[in-house]
Nanobody, 123 residues
């Protein structure tokens, strides 16, 4: 079992930055694809970014490329999401997830999920 705990969310003004962290426990995440998803009120969950087990590949939602950066530190069993130039439409509950090789942007491919951290961007 893998337990995931997100942190780093909060209230920020438009144009600001936040760095989300996802700390894993229970077992190492070094062989998992790690992803970030988000869900805004009244909307479906959507893919944000994913990174392969060895950081060789990263994937982003097209609308977020250039503003968000996913990274991981397997030694710390932690994944990060750096979010820059935030917009009010980025307001959502952000989830961290762990899945097998090739999980990519498909949420149903991921086996483990955190509880989420709220990000609110004011205009």
């Amino acid at each position: 079992q893998v337990q995931l705990l997100e942190s780093g969310g909060g209230l920020v003004q438009a144009g600001g930055s936040l760095r989300l962290s996802c700390a894993a426990s229970g077992r190492t995440i070094s062989m998992f694809t790690m992803g970030w998803f988000r869900q805004a009120p009244g909307k479906e969950r959507e893919f944000v970014a994913a990174v392969s087990w060895n950081s060789a590949r990263s994937y982003y939602a097209d609308s977020l490329k250039g503003r968000f950066t996913i990274s991981r530190d397997n030694a710390k069993n932690t994944v990060y999401l750096q979010m820059n130039s935030l917009k009010p439409e980025d307001t959502a509950l952000y989830y961290c997830a762990a899945g097998p090789y090739g999980s990519g942007s498909y949420g149903h491919s991921y086996n483990y999920w955190g509880q989420g951290t709220q990000v609110t961007v004011s205009s």
